[in-house]
């Protein structure tokens, strides 16, 4: 008998194995992940239905690998490369969170990476009730809580930028307006432009009146020193 027939007399292929312990929990990794990542892509964020369900199938293949390849070797754990699984998912998710002037975006997303990589360790493991759960409450987190968070609880974001000459000396005149109309201060940055004798005031308000901006450009109107406003 030769070498090849050897090889291929050894191979014994399981059907009813592939299928349970291989397929359903890949195909399905696909389907959980792409779910929660669809929620990314139709928010526009940075990653979004592939990267949510590569995550979500390379953690689900790393931990099938884990119980199958290394569980009866003696002196290791396979708990290890679920561990390793997640340390190496904090580097991905750090990657989709980015600061853009004062405010910091892309956590929700990097915490939906996080929540479909133990998916993917739940589905690999074959504790499909938990990766179902999983994935039904991380679903309902980033979509129905994100439309409370919005209309009920978070308070619309402003960021003011106003540019003034340097001989500008009413600034507690300017946060006590802001205070005047109703608007909290969640932060403030102040500059001084060199080349162009300029100060600039950047302040991140937060406030329910949806005529905020044309309140707050009539108001500061009233300041002569005042050379440019922008409100994003």
């Known amino acids: 008998m030769g ?20 397929l359903m929990p890949c195909f399905l990794a696909l389907i959980f ?15 979004g239905l592939r990267t949510h369900a590569l995550v979500c199938l390379g953690s689900t293949v790393f931990t099938i690998v884990s119980y199958l390849g290394f569980s009866s070797l003696a002196g ?5 490369v679920a561990a390793g699984i997640v340390a190496g998912i904090g580097f991905i998710g750090a990657g989709v969170i980015f600061r853009q002037g ?3 975006k892309g956590v929700a997303t990097a915490a939906s990476i996080w929540i479909v990589a133990s998916i993917g360790i739940a589905l690999g493991t074959k504790l499909y009730y938990l ?16 439309y409370i968070e919005d209309k009920v609880i ?19 005149k ?8 109703s608007v909290y201060i969640k932060s403030k940055k102040y500059e001084f432009d060199d080349e162009n004798n300029k100060k600039i005031y950047t302040f ?18 009233k300041f002569k020193e005042i050379k440019k406003i922008t409100i994003n």
């Open 102 to 104: 004062t405010l910091i």
């Open 131 to 146: 990766a179902v759960l999983a994935t039904i409450l991380g679903f309902v987190t980033l979509s129905i809580l994100k």
């Open 76 to 80: 290791v754990d396979p708990s290890r």
């Open 3 to 22: 070498l090849g027939q050897k090889l291929l007399s050894e191979i014994q292929f399981d059907y009813i194995f592939f299928i349970s312990d291989i």
């Open 33 to 47: 992940g792409g779910l929660i990542g669809f929620q990314r892509e139709k928010a526009e964020r940075p990653a």
């Open 204 to 221: 991140n308000l937060l406030s329910k009146d949806s005529e905020l901006p044309s309140h707050i450009i009539k108001e500061l109107s």
């Open 154 to 172: 978070k308070l619309p974001n402003y960021i003011v930028r106003i540019t003034v000459s340097e001989n500008f000396k009413d600034l507690n």
């Open 174 to 181: 300017m946060l006590s307006l802001f205070k005047r109309i």
